[in-house]
């Protein structure tokens, strides 16, 4: 992994698959986490890749210790569902780029959703309905998609938990759409875990 940007969405990718299971079983996620990751949704021209990020690594630390999670020693065992919604929106996001239609209705969404946030900021209820619409109006079409699993009856389809989630599938295409823009793939997270890890470190994350 030769160029260290990409480890910038990597951890929101990580951040945003673990959020989605936290969400779906506890019906809960950190408010700042949860942020971080809607205005990198509604971060359309970013002039680097951390400027989706707010320009600064310390948001991401929560998502570095997940990848590092992840991808360590017993990973699969400790969060087999976040895995599985991470290499899932890997695979999500690659399946739309080939839809060039779908990538403009998209974009026509989240330019209505920054113009909300810029009034209401990035987690009021409109600015998350609007981004749980893109989702349903592009992603859900799509042959391959993400069944997310949890408590039904007691988080997972309480009161705006469905937007949350999928406007936080959504944060994780856009850190996959960036990854990969970036060069990144995911075979070289499976044969290159310990250069993957060497370079967080590098970088402070």
């Not at 673990?18 to 950190?30: E, I, K, M, S």
């Not at 630390?61 to 020693?73: F, I, N, Q, V």
């Not at 209820?125 to 949890?150: C, D, K, P």
């Not at 469905?162 to 970036?182: D, F, K």
């Amino acid at each position: 992994m030769s160029n260290p940007n990409r480890l910038y969405p990597l951890c929101a990718l990580a951040l945003a698959a673990h959020q989605v299971d936290r969400l779906a079983n506890t019906g809960l996620v950190p408010h700042d986490e949860f942020e971080l990751l809607m205005q990198s949704t509604l971060s359309l021209n970013p002039e680097t890749p951390l400027d989706v990020y707010g320009g600064s690594i310390d948001g991401l630390r929560p998502g570095a210790k997940m990848l590092r999670e992840m991808l360590g020693r017993g990973g699969n065992r400790k969060y087999p569902e976040a895995i599985r919604y991470f290499i899932s929106l890997m695979q999500v996001e690659r399946q739309l780029s080939k839809q060039p239609q779908l990538l403009d209705q998209l974009s026509g969404h989240l330019e209505v959703a920054v113009q909300k946030a810029e009034q209401l900021g990035p987690t009021h209820e409109s600015v998350i309905e609007t981004l749980n619409t893109a989702y349903q109006e592009t992603v859900s079409t799509l042959t391959f998609r993400i069944m997310v699993t949890g408590n039904h009856g007691r988080h997972l389809q309480q009161g705006n938990n469905p937007a949350r989630v999928r406007a936080l599938l959504l944060s994780g295409i856009r850190a996959a759409m960036l990854y990969r823009q970036l060069g990144g793939g995911r075979l070289s997270l499976l044969f290159q875990r310990g250069r993957v890890f060497k370079e967080l470190e590098s970088i402070g994350l």
